[in-house]
């Protein structure tokens, strides 16, 4: 049994930052743990061009001291000016640009209405070699929530794959087996995997009472493909790396008559899944999932910086709030003991 274990400085493919007084909140929590982070760009207004990501990036700097790397990301919708979009890429202010389906999730009501209108910029993507990554839900409201994410599959990114065989595409924040299986065959395709979908299932969410701090989206499913993320990300596959989703949303905001989507799990995250992957008895795994398999992916240097974790008799006393002012912020709890810590970076 071990009791120790030391990765290379993991990497966050995909947090939520928010932005203005929020950012104080959640941005040192990210540092305190994390070499790069993919910085999603739904935020009100939406990061929608070459301006915006380079002050966006400049307001989150102000609260990094641990040389945290925030990767920004564009928020892609029909009036994406692709000059604009690949001259910000060449000059390294965005990493990627994100694909909301219209009304998916958090500040997605300007995300794409129809997938075939920015066919030209996806095309311009693939030639300059910038990442897609992917909000894949159906958001048609005859699709079952639950089905939304292989709906969306079947429908849309088999035809984006298909017919831009070149282009680096993320499917993010995947819940389903169907997502895993397709892909595990599809070519240029990679997948991040939440913490809370690796540690929680619906019933968590739904029995014996709602519980709205696990409400998210893509929403929480059956036992059997959390269980199937499990089974992937302790694999070792290299085509899925972890990307938190780590979502904030003040508590009135999530605890209301129709409350927020999202789930704040940037604290504890990664002992969560180090508990997860000793479960399955995969810790030679966890390097890869949280470190190696997204610096693989998207060709970015592999930290020469390490993260000690360090197994403990009491199991973790988790943090209920996080606090600055009048911002309250609930932390994701799983509903299992943790009894490994963070106990050093060098």
């Given at each position: 049994?071990?009791n120790?274990?030391?990765?290379?400085?993991?990497?966050d493919?995909?947090?939520?930052?928010?932005?203005?007084?929020?950012?104080?909140?959640?941005?040192?929590?990210?540092?305190?743990?994390?070499?790069?982070?993919?910085?999603?760009?739904?935020?009100?207004?939406?990061?929608?061009?070459?301006?915006?990501?380079?002050?966006?990036?400049?307001?989150?700097?102000?609260?990094?001291?641990?040389?945290?790397?925030?990767?920004?990301?564009?928020?892609?919708?029909?009036?994406?000016?692709?000059?604009?979009?690949?001259r910000?890429?060449?000059?390294?202010?965005i990493?990627?640009?994100?694909?909301?389906?219209?009304?998916?999730?958090?500040?997605?009501?300007?995300?794409?209405?129809?997938?075939?209108?920015?066919?030209?910029?996806?095309?311009?993507?693939?030639?300059?070699k910038?990442?897609?990554?992917?909000?894949?839900?159906?958001?048609?409201?005859?699709?079952?929530?639950?089905?939304?994410?292989?709906?969306f599959?079947?429908?849309?990114?088999?035809?984006?794959?298909?017919?831009?065989?070149?282009?680096?595409?993320?499917?993010?924040?995947?819940?389903?087996?169907?997502?895993?299986?397709?892909?595990?065959?599809?070519?240029?395709?990679?997948?991040?995997?939440?913490?809370?979908?690796?540690?929680?299932?619906?019933?968590?969410?739904?029995?014996?009472?709602?519980?709205?701090?696990l409400?998210?989206?893509?929403?929480?499913?059956?036992?059997?493909?959390?269980?199937?993320?499990?089974?992937?990300?302790?694999?070792?596959?290299?085509?899925?790396?972890?990307?938190?989703?780590?979502?904030?949303?003040?508590?009135?905001?999530?605890?209301?008559?129709?409350?927020?989507?999202?789930?704040?799990?940037?604290?504890?995250?990664?002992?969560?899944?180090?508990?997860?992957?000793?479960?399955?008895?995969?810790?030679?795994?966890?390097?890869?999932?949280?470190?190696?398999?997204?610096?693989?992916f998207?060709?970015?240097?592999?930290?020469?910086?390490?993260?000690?974790?360090i197994?403990?008799?009491?199991?973790?006393?988790?943090?209920?709030?996080?606090?600055?002012?009048?911002?309250?912020?609930?932390?994701?709890?799983?509903?299992?003991?943790?009894?490994?810590?963070?106990?050093?970076?060098?």
């Open positions: 049994m071990k120790k274990i030391i990765i290379s400085n993991p990497n493919m995909h947090v939520h930052f928010r932005d203005n007084e929020m950012l104080k909140l959640v941005v040192p929590e990210t540092d305190k743990i994390y070499e790069n982070c993919i910085v999603m760009p739904n935020t009100v207004p939406p990061i929608t061009n070459r301006e915006m990501a380079k002050d966006y990036k400049l307001r989150i700097n102000k609260y990094i001291k641990n040389n945290l790397n925030p990767l920004m990301t564009l928020y892609l919708n029909e009036n994406t000016d692709e000059n604009d979009m690949i910000a890429f060449k000059d390294k202010i990493f990627a640009v994100k694909l909301y389906p219209q009304g998916a999730t958090t500040n997605s009501d300007k995300g794409v209405k129809n997938l075939k209108n920015i066919f030209p910029l996806l095309r311009k993507m693939e030639i300059n910038i990442p897609l990554l992917i909000h894949g839900e159906d958001t048609d409201e005859k699709i079952d929530i639950f089905d939304r994410e292989k709906s599959i079947d429908k849309y990114l088999t035809k984006i794959v298909n017919k831009f065989p070149k282009l680096k595409v993320t499917l993010e924040h995947i819940t389903t087996s169907e997502a895993v299986q397709y892909v595990k065959e599809t070519t240029n395709l990679g997948a991040s995997i939440t913490p809370h979908h690796l540690a929680s299932n619906r019933n968590d969410m739904l029995v014996s009472g709602i519980r709205p701090h409400y998210c989206l893509p929403i929480l499913k059956r036992r059997k493909h959390q269980e199937e993320l499990i089974k992937v990300a302790t694999s070792g596959n290299e085509k899925f790396f972890l990307g938190t989703d780590s979502a904030p949303h003040e508590i009135k905001h999530k605890e209301n008559i129709c409350g927020c989507a999202g789930v704040f799990n940037t604290i504890n995250s990664i002992e969560i899944i180090t508990q997860i992957f000793d479960e399955a008895n995969s810790l030679s795994q966890l390097e890869n999932f949280v470190s190696k398999n997204s610096a693989s998207y060709k970015i240097p592999f930290s020469k910086k390490k993260l000690e974790l197994r403990i008799d009491k199991p973790i006393s988790f943090q209920d709030e996080l606090i600055e002012g009048d911002l309250k912020i609930k932390i994701y709890k799983p509903n299992f003991e943790v009894n490994w810590k963070v106990s050093r970076r060098f």
